[in-house]
């Protein structure tokens, strides 16, 4: 499979007031800025046509596009993302998704689901149960699958925030893991490369085309990376990180 297409959306100033349990100090919003323009450059350069959403002041998180949408081929899905300041920015990116799909589905409540909590290996789509996603998310999420023929799974989560925060599918049946994911029986049949708890951040790498986006400032994940035969693009994402807000999070790609 090859994408075409991201979209994005540029931080807004409230950014420095997002979620966080990072502890890595205050974000820098024109370093943010600056890191978000690289970010889009970088999918640019590997052939993505990126469609850069206005920032929404009133949604901190709201550049976290990944967890307010989810992309299978020709069907678009719009969740109900778990965490109450973050659940407003359903409204805006409807629009967003109506210019690339003709009809789109729905995560409703009871159920939450958070974008980042839903993996895709192409013919098979996990998703983690996390403190963002539940039970009543997750089932809502298998019938919208079911019918465009892929099956789900659902993985128990311990600690990570979301799901892709631990593991993360490149292609041709690699697969990055740490943290609790490592051992996690649901992937003994992968190709796994485990990255070292010191680089934890970096399990959220992203195959695009055959590159793989890898955060600024993980040697050791970046050469096993490129051990795997791939072009590693590295992508500072440091004011990003603050907000626990890994690479994939930035965008929807499809
Ligand atoms: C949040 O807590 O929702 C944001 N600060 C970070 C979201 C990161 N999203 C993701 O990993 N998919």
Redesign the pocket.
């Known amino acids: 499979m090859m994408f075409t297409r991201a979209i994005v959306r540029t931080p807004a100033p409230s950014l420095v007031k ?4 990072a502890d890595l100090g205050p974000v820098d919003f024109e370093r943010a800025l600056q890191q978000h323009a690289d970010y889009v450059l970088a999918l640019e350069a590997l052939g993505l046509a990126v469609t850069v959403l206005d920032a929404e002041e009133a949604y ?2 709201s550049t ?1 596009v ?2 307010v949408a989810l992309i299978f081929g020709a069907t678009g899905i719009v969740t109900n ?1 778990g ?1 109450l300041s ?1 659940n407003g920015e359903t409204i805006s990116i409807r629009p967003a998704l109506l210019e690339h799909f003709s009809s789109l589905s729905y995560i409703s409540p009871p159920g939450t689901l ?4 839903v993996m895709s290996t192409g013919d098979c789509v996990y998703v983690g149960l996390s403190s ?1 996603t539940n039970r009543s998310g997750a089932e809502q999420l298998g019938v919208h699958l079911q019918k465009i023929g892929l099956e789900l799974v659902v993985v128990e989560m311990k600690e990570m ?2 799901l ?2 631990g593991v993360n599918y490149l292609d041709q049946g690699n697969l990055l893991v740490t943290g609790e994911f490592v051992e996690a029986p649901v992937w003994k049949g992968f190709n796994r490369t485990t990255v070292v708890r010191d680089e934890a951040y970096a399990a ?1 790498s992203v195959w695009i085309n055959g590159s793989v986006l890898v955060p600024a400032g993980f040697p050791q994940t970046t050469s096993a990376i490129e051990q795997l035969g791939y072009q590693v693009v590295v992508v500072d994402t440091s004011e ?1 990180q603050k ?4 690479l ?2 930035l965008s929807l790609r499809f």
């Open positions: 997002g979620i966080s349990s901190p998180d976290f990944e967890d993302p965490a973050r958070d974008g980042g909590d963002r925030l979301h892709k925060t959220n990003f907000l626990d807000g890994g994939s999070c």
